[in-house]
């Protein structure tokens, strides 16, 4: 288990006064997931609102934040490498013909104004911001929480994102600039957590060679939970240019990805909107059981 598997756990300990404050997620009277929406970081982690700890039904824990192997990874979150030149993923940036390195380019996504707060959603304004605090991009961000039968519940994050400049604002990734690899990372993030390597599948494909870059319908992953627990993970929400960004070998993280292979923009007189949608599910479902979930969904 990484450092960061059991923080914000709610469990009473010596630096629980240390931890920031966060609304709660609630399904059947259950706390399902609490958003972190002005973490106090270090600006090269990307400070930016996060879900975690994020749990099954059952209580348990899918999520990570701030491990070791990546300390800018924070639970489930929007994040993006390359915003117009600025760094709001956190870590080192991607240069072509250079590779990764510390540059003084890292800027935040911050919470502005609540627009509603209830047990089972929040709806709030955020700015993307860059080095110097100038606005990228201004977002509208709803978070709900549902159930989905006795062992399962979903998560819907609804976000649109409108340039702050007046003009078209570039999104990209390691990938756009550069890196080989299929590491297009940056966009809705989900860090995983998990003892030994999870699985991980679409409707017609299976591991992390064949579905990373995919523009599959749904995802799926699968793990044991640190102290023992199996869960499965549903991610819906492409939009056309997206991809799946995933990893399971070198850690567990899915990503509904925005700037896989190609710069993405969010144009001066157009919103960008996108909605992420995951089935948080207790045991390990497989692929037809996953085909059932969602076409029980897609029926009710």
Known sequence: MTAGSHAGDGVADPAAAARPAAERLV???????????????????????????????????VTD??????????????AVQDVDGANLWGGRTYLRDTGYAWRDDHGVIVHTGWRERAADRLDHDLEWRDRDGRPLLRERR??????????????????????????????????TNGRPGGAGYGGFFWRAVADGEPDVFTVDAAGEETVNGSAAPWLALTAEAPGGGAYTLVLTGLADGDRWFVRTAMYPGVCAAYAFDRPAVVAADRARHRRHRVLVADGRLDRAAVAARLDRTAGG
């Open 27 to 61: 399904v059947g009277g259950v706390e399902v997931a609490r958003y972190v929406v002005a973490p106090d970081l270090d600006r090269r982690h990307g400070p930016r609102p996060y879900l975690h700890p994020v749990r099954t039904r059952s209580g348990t824990p």
């Open 65 to 78: 934040v701030l491990p070791a192997d990546h300390v800018w990874h924070l639970g489930a979150s929007l």
């Open 142 to 175: 709803r978070l709900a929480a549902a159930p989905a039968g006795a062992d399962a519940w979903w998560l819907d994050l609804d976000s649109t994102l409108t340039s702050a400049t007046g003009r078209d604002v570039r999104l990209g990734s390691p990938a």
